[in-house]
């Protein structure tokens, strides 16, 4: 129930952070103060790396469940496989196809879609210590709040950490 509880809200958190950056890239542009001649790739990067949201918010997912379960090699195997995709996706979609940033954020979505499916099927492929069926696709009211109450000391300093990093690079 807890991780049926988690993927739901996972998934409205990511749909809302997707909603976000995609109607928010202009102002996030702004906010990053992104030059004149680059002002539209850095919306069209923000988009484009925005819409996968869903997509890194279903890895961070799976890798806590690989955590809890005490498995931390798995996550780090599916981010070291999706390092070699986005760095095989930049040269690709920037080098040959001449995409230039969108290029670049079209990879590291896919590489990430990629650690997505490689987490997926492994756990799909796992004896887990308990079941997941779609019975368990629904909010629990008390497992919904232990999350939010845990996950959001975490979710704020990263929060906090991204801000940071955006006013360096406004700087």
Known sequence: QTIGTGLIVFAI??????????????????????????????????????GGFLIITAYNLLGSIFRGLGDSKTPLIAVGIACVFNIIGDLFFVAVLHLGASGAAIATVI?????????????????????????????????????????????????????????????
Not at 159 to 167: N, R, T, W
């Open 13 to 50: 958190t990511g749909a809302v952070f997707t909603l976000i950056s995609i109607l928010g890239a202009g102002g996030l542009a702004f906010i990053m103060q992104a030059p004149e001649e680059a002002f539209e790739l850095t919306k069209s990067y923000i988009r484009i790396c925005g």
């Open 111 to 171: 590489a990430q879609l990629i650690s997505v499916f490689i987490s997926f099927f492994i756990i799909k492929n796992k004896k887990l210590p308990f079941e997941l069926n779609r019975v368990h696709l629904k909010i629990n009211k008390n497992y919904a709040m232990n999350i939010i109450r845990i996950g959001s000391p975490i979710a704020l300093q990263d929060f906090l950490v991204g801000i940071s990093f955006l006013v360096i690079m406004a700087i």
